[in-house]
């Protein structure tokens, strides 16, 4: 069973480009979160998803940041005109159920010049 | 806001030796989760702890929950290079069944 699939695991960005992340959940998993890690900062998180909903975004900057979870295909994180403020790491992690142990995927490493 | 601290920040042994890293919480939680990632990684499960008091081992690894459910320590017997990476504590926020709230961790690095 593979585990949470995450890619590009490396991104570079200038400032105004968007950044595109993706991340495909353990197989059966429908519980989708995204989680950020600033620079000497812990993970914070960002937004949880179900297929074909966002449940609580609460932890997304207002501007610039969105995720999706379709139907069919992985979860995106979507930023766009990044600026440099934005490079972090980019975690997702996925669970079968809503209370249930969350899997975390190796990252995006997203780095804006 | 419910906040995690972990100590030491940073930790660098000989391999071999024993370590104890700590967690603190500025309230009572739940349930307490530890976390280790490697460079490059995503946080890998650890342990989960529930109980007050509770001591949980996983072979050179002793999670223990104290008896106010305010804190936590993680103890490392005889450790390896293997053991190199970020430890990190978490918990779900207050009033949250999925929102994790980490720390910021204990980097360890074992020397050969």
């Known amino acids: 069973n593979a585990g949470v699939m995450q890619n590009p695991r490396h991104l570079v960005r200038r400032r105004g480009q968007e950044a595109r992340l993706r991340c495909s959940p353990m197989?059966?998993?429908?519980?989708v979160y995204w989680y950020r890690q600033l620079p000497e900062e812990g993970l914070k998180f960002m937004v949880y998803?179900?297929?074909?909903?966002?449940?609580?975004e609460s932890g997304m900057p207002k501007e610039r940041f969105s995720a999706e979870f379709p139907k069919e295909g992985p979860s995106i994180l979507r930023i766009q005109q990044v600026v440099r403020g934005d490079s972090a790491a980019y975690f997702c992690?996925?669970?079968?159920?809503?209370?249930?142990?969350?899997?975390f995927g190796p990252g995006t490493r997203l780095l804006v010049l | 806001t419910q906040l995690l601290e972990q100590s030491p920040q940073f930790l660098s042994i000989q391999e071999g030796e024993n370590l104890t890293v700590y967690c603190n919480s500025s309230?009572?939680?739940?349930?307490l989760q530890w976390y280790r990632q490697e460079p490059g990684e995503g946080p890998v499960l650890l342990v989960t702890?529930?109980?007050?008091?509770e001591v949980k081992k996983l072979k050179r690894l002793t999670f223990q929950f104290g008896d106010a459910r305010k804190d936590s320590s993680l103890h490392i017997t005889a450790a390896q290079p293997g053991d190199t990476g970020l430890y990190l504590c978490?918990?779900?926020?207050?009033?949250?069944?999925?929102?994790?709230?980490f720390g910021k961790g204990t980097l360890l690095t074992v020397n050969p």
């Open positions: 992690a996925s669970s079968p159920g809503l209370r249930e142990t969350q899997y």
């Open positions: 197989k059966g998993h429908s519980h």
């Open positions: 998803l179900q297929k074909e909903n966002i449940i609580d």
């Open positions: 309230s009572v939680f739940s349930s």
């Open positions: 702890v529930v109980t007050g008091g």
């Open positions: 978490a918990l779900p926020l207050v009033g949250s069944n999925y929102k994790l709230t």
